[in-house]
Structure formats: C-alpha cells, structure tokens
C-alpha cells in the first residue's frame, strides 16, 4: 500500500525566512497530494493541493511542488510569519483514490 | 460554521470500558473516516465507510469497531477500552471519490483510558 514519510519531524526558523517540508511517496498511482495545518489544539486544515498533472502550485506565501518520476513532493513556505508556527501534514491518495495517507508531521517553529 | 462536529472534546474512561465516539457531518458527504493521531506518527486510519452500512478496514483496525446506519452519523466504538487507546482521534468526511478533494476534519476527540 501507499506509504508517505515526511522530514524534518521538527523545523525552527527565523522570521521572514523561508521553510521548506519535503514528503516522499511510494505508490507511483497517488494522484492527489494535499496538506494540512494543524495549530495547537485545533483540528487540520488544509492549505493547499496539488494534482498528478501539475508540477508547482503557489498560493500567496505558500507553493507546492511535485516531482512524479522521483516521488517526491515538497512545501515551500516564504516570508515565515508567526502565525505559520504549526504542525504541517503531507499526504497522498492511496491507488484505488478512495483514500488519503498521512505523513508523520512536521513542527514547524518560527523564531522572532 | 462548523461542518464537521465530534460529540465529545475530552473523554476519562477506565480499562475495560465499551466506549462510544461519535461524529456528525451535515455537508452530505458520502464517504467518512476515523483517524487516531499520536505523536512522531501523524495520523493513522482506523476505519472508513463509503455509505450508509458500508465500512472498511484502515491501517490499525484492531480494537475497534464502526457503525454507520446514517449517511451523516460515523461512530467509532472501543469495545473494550486498553490504556494503549489513549489517543487523540479525528473524524473526517469527504465527498464521492477523496481522491479528487481534501477531507474535512472534526476538531478531535482527547480519549484517556485509565
């Protein structure tokens, strides 16, 4: 079945600098990779996808990547904020499309 | 502008216990999920359900059951709760074919089994 993993597990970096969570995939038929904000106490979000049939997404500071020979996808956040201090989750469609498998997390702290 | 509620926030049940969480959508979603999200393991399906009386087995099914006699009604139910099902587990709902568009999560039951 689909596996994802996801790094770095934690991320602190400065204000107004860029960060960047890079997630890999296993199933070469994932089509849909969609990521998810997760603030404190609060449920996940999601922030923005990309499709098989795109390579960049870009959604005022945040873009998406994809990179389908290599399996890999990767988000891009600019001019970091503190508000974009969170848990970010990557995720992928399984084959059959039916559902959405999880990477592991990422923290990502912002340092004023 | 709720869409996705989950009955209970926070939830103290004793080992052993039968334990029933539940999860409402009013977005008329055919497709459901519950997750369970632990740290450094991100979220992890249980199990999920296409329509009304129709589940299936996710990643950690073992433990756990579902029902679903209403196409907006998901429950989770722990049929004899073990302190390795503390966690935090989400309901999510998605419309006909996920593959195209993201979930929509509840804001998380916070079970303890003590």
């Known amino acids: 079945g689909e596996n994802v993993e996801q790094h770095p597990s934690t991320l602190s970096v400065q204000e107004g600098d860029s960060a960047v969570i890079k997630c890999t995939y296993s199933?070469?038929?994932?089509?849909?990779f969609p990521w998810y904000k997760q603030e404190l106490g609060k449920r996940p979000q999601l922030i923005i996808d990309?499709?098989?049939?795109?390579g960049e997404k870009k959604d005022q500071r945040i873009a998406v990547t994809l990179n389908k020979t290599a399996k890999h996808f990767s988000l891009h956040i600019t001019e970091t904020q503190p508000e974009d201090s969170a848990v970010y989750f990557c995720?992928?469609?399984?084959?059959?499309?039916?559902?959405?498998?999880f990477g592991s997390g990422t923290r990502l702290s912002i340092r004023p | 502008d709720v869409k996705v509620t989950q009955s209970s926030r926070y939830l103290v049940k004793r080992t052993g216990e039968k334990v029933f969480l539940e999860c409402v959508q009013d977005?008329?979603?055919?497709?459901m999920f519950w997750y369970r999200q632990d740290p450094g393991l991100g979220l992890r399906l249980i199990y999920f359900?296409?329509?009304?009386?129709?589940?299936e087995k996710g990643d950690i099914p073992e433990g756990y059951s579902v029902s679903r006699e209403k196409k907006e009604r998901f429950s989770l139910i722990l049929e004899s709760a073990s302190t390795n099902q503390t966690s935090m587990y989400l309901c999510?709902?998605?419309?006909?074919?996920?593959?195209?568009?993201?979930?929509?999560f509840g804001s998380g039951t916070r079970l303890t089994v003590v």
């Open positions: 977005m008329d979603h055919e497709n």
């Open positions: 199933d070469s038929a994932s089509n849909y």
């Open positions: 990309i499709r098989s049939n795109v």
């Open positions: 995720a992928a469609t399984d084959s059959s499309a039916s559902k959405i498998i």
């Open positions: 359900s296409y329509d009304v009386k129709m589940k």
């Open positions: 999510a709902s998605a419309p006909r074919g996920t593959g195209i568009y993201g979930y929509t």
